[in-house]
């Protein structure tokens, strides 16, 4: 655990002195850890904050699992690219360009305090090929080691073992990130008869089925396409234990990649 005397993590970059951050990341295997989220609706059930506070959330796990390894957080990124979902209200969305420049600028500037390495964790599916752009376009630019990942992406097959939906079933806003905001915020998530979510019915076979199933194929749809209510999925299986596991897999197996980007870098 990575607490201060007075309870706050001691990694967190907002709540570190400038010459503290400075000497972490003079260590040598550094990583500054950058999470990404957005906000936009998930239905009647859950806030319009779920992808940001689900992906500091896990970067939080992560830390349970760390000894002194040098790794900083930085605030999370609260707003993605979720052009999708604003015919449905309550999506503040950034545009491709202007986000792409955004993490760009974040990284470098971050990196600027001797950082070996990057990793920006993703809690947003549309997201992902924009942070796929910027693992490139930093680390073409810097001498940092510069990575991405999308943290519902990292143990499909720990995840497989415990769902109680079949395919389909952990779509947006369905038992995958219910559940987890029933385990991390119960006080945010809606009562059981606000939890109403459609099965994701793609077109093509070959498109994304689920949060586990991101298909071989991109497709764009305004999400009214697929759902009346903004979600998708089976939300009403949903469990705060459910929620409890997913936690602890997510962070393990995040704490693991941390380790291994620091011994790496050196």
Do not use: K
């Not at 309550?90 to 971050?110: K, P």
């Not at 930093?138 to 999308?150: C, I, N, Q, S």
């Not at 606000?194 to 305004?222: K, N």
């Not at 697929?226 to 997913?246: F, R, V």
């Amino acid at each position: 655990m990575l607490y201060d005397a007075i309870g706050q993590r001691s990694n967190e970059w907002a709540g570190m002195s400038a010459s503290q951050i400075q000497a972490v990341g003079a260590r040598p295997g550094s990583v500054l850890v950058i999470p990404i989220g957005s906000v936009e609706q998930h239905g009647d059930h859950l806030p319009v904050i779920t992808d940001t506070l689900l992906a500091e959330a896990m970067v939080d796990a992560a830390f349970d699992h760390l000894d002194d390894e040098p790794v900083v957080v930085t605030p999370p990124v609260w707003s993605g690219y979720s052009p999708h979902h604003l015919s449905l209200g309550g999506t503040l969305s950034l545009e491709f360009a202007h986000m792409r420049a955004i993490l760009e600028d974040i990284a470098h500037t971050g990196i600027e305090n001797e950082f070996d390495a990057v990793l920006f964790v993703n809690g947003h599916g549309g997201n992902g090929p924009l942070v796929d752009a910027v693992v490139s376009t930093v680390g073409v630019e810097t001498d940092a080691e510069v990575l991405g990942t999308t943290y519902f992406e990292l143990v499909p097959e720990l995840i497989e073992e415990i769902r109680t939906t079949e395919t389909g079933g952990m779509a947006h806003g369905g038992e995958f990130e219910t559940s987890l905001m029933l385990a991390l915020r119960p006080d945010l998530v809606g009562e059981p008869d606000t939890r109403d979510g459609e099965l994701l019915d793609e077109h093509y076979p070959w498109g994304g089925q689920d949060l586990l199933d991101g298909g071989s194929v991109s497709v764009y749809r305004p999400f009214e396409a697929y759902s009346d209510s903004g979600a998708i999925g089976a939300p009403e299986q949903a469990s705060a234990e459910t929620g409890e596991q997913l936690r602890s897999f997510i962070g393990e197996e995040l704490a693991s990649l941390l380790v291994a980007i620091h011994e790496h870098n050196v």
